[in-house]
């Protein structure tokens, strides 16, 4: 039982791997906020490439 404890305690202060969860959590948060930039970009973008569409049609006909 002596022996489960330690590990258990040597697992608990062990901080190797501590970095990447670290890194991966940032990652995680940069593309939500990258996620939420483009949905508030979605109309003002399909606006824009609708007015080309239509400059470009009106240019050829």
């Known amino acids: ?9 040597q697992l608990a202060t062990d901080e190797r791997g501590q970095d990447l ?11 939500l906020g990258v996620l939420a930039g483009l949905r508030g970009a979605k109309t003002s973008i399909g606006t824009t490439f609708n007015q080309i569409g239509n400059t470009l049609t009106s240019a050829v006909a």
């Open 21 to 31: 969860i670290e890194y991966g959590l940032m990652a995680s948060l940069i593309g």
């Open 1 to 9: 039982m002596e022996r489960y404890k330690q590990q258990f305690i």
